[in-house]
Antibody
Framework: EVQLVQSGAEVKKPGESLKISCRGS????????IGWVRQMPGKGLEWMGV????????RYSTSFQGQVTISVDKSINTAYLQWSSLKASDTAMYYC????????????WGQGTSVTVSS | DIQMTQSPSSLSASVGDKIIITCRAS??????LHWYQQKPGQAPKLLIY???TLRSGVPSRFSGSGSGTDFTLTISSLQPEDFATYYC??????????FGQGTRLDIK
């Protein structure tokens, strides 16, 4: 079964760094884009950015450029989303999702990683 | 960035009803428009891609149409499992693949 499996829930303090992961299985990982989506509590979906697993070509949403870093290690079929200095406003559920191309939308989603930032 | 506006924001309906959700883009997105369903506590699921192509395994009561700036998602006969929140997303304009704000579908 094609899957994206995300790392577990995190509780952090403001100012701390964090890197969450998304591991793909049962498909040709380097041939797909991996996107990241934020969902703040009780709110809608927000597009953060996307990376092509084959060559690490990365595109950030204008709202998230400079706020997060997206990376990939195709040798272990894993994409990452990281923060260097968390804020309380980063508290949210974060989803990864794959896409073959813009034509096909995001067809497989991870289960989500909950990030809580609180002092 | 392209803005996506869904209407209505919420909708109450009964099992068996036909419902239509609309999604309007602030500029043309061609047919690079996709629909997702999200249930509480779950990740979103892709229902329809490129405006009108039903994803494999999705019931045929779901359909999509439109191009350019105006799109619709139709559920022909609501089933209990369809009560959820629905989002449109454009993937025409990289890097910001904007989502609509969502339409919450509740049982009347």
């Amino acid at each position: 079964e094609v899957q994206l499996v995300q790392s577990g829930a995190e509780v952090k303090k403001p100012g701390e760094s964090l890197k969450i992961s998304c591991r793909g299985s049962e498909y040709k990982f380097p041939s797909y884009w991996i996107g990241w989506v934020r969902q703040m509590p009780g709110k809608g979906l927000e597009w953060m950015g996307v990376i092509y697993a084959g060559d690490s070509d990365t595109r950030y949403s204008t709202s998230f450029q400079g706020q997060v870093t997206i990376s990939v290690d195709k040798s272990i079929n894993t994409a990452y989303l990281q923060w260097s200095s968390l804020k309380a406003s980063d508290t949210a559920m974060y989803y990864c999702a794959r896409s073959k191309s813009a034509y096909y939308g995001m067809d497989v989603w991870g289960q989500g990683t909950s990030v809580t930032v609180s002092s | 960035d392209i803005q996506m506006t869904q209407s209505p924001s919420s909708l109450s309906a009964s099992v068996g009803d036909k419902i239509i959700i609309t999604c309007r883009a602030s500029q043309s997105v061609g047919t690079y428009l996709h629909w997702y369903q999200q249930k509480p506590g779950q990740a979103p699921k892709l229902l329809i891609y490129t405006a009108s192509t039903l994803r494999s395994g999705v019931p045929s009561r779901f359909s999509g149409s439109g191009s350019g700036t105006d799109f619709t998602l139709t559920i022909s006969s609501l089933q209990p499992e369809d009560f959820a929140t629905y989002y449109c997303q454009q993937t025409y304009s990289i890097p910001t693949y904007t989502f609509g704000q969502g339409t919450r579908l509740d049982i009347k």
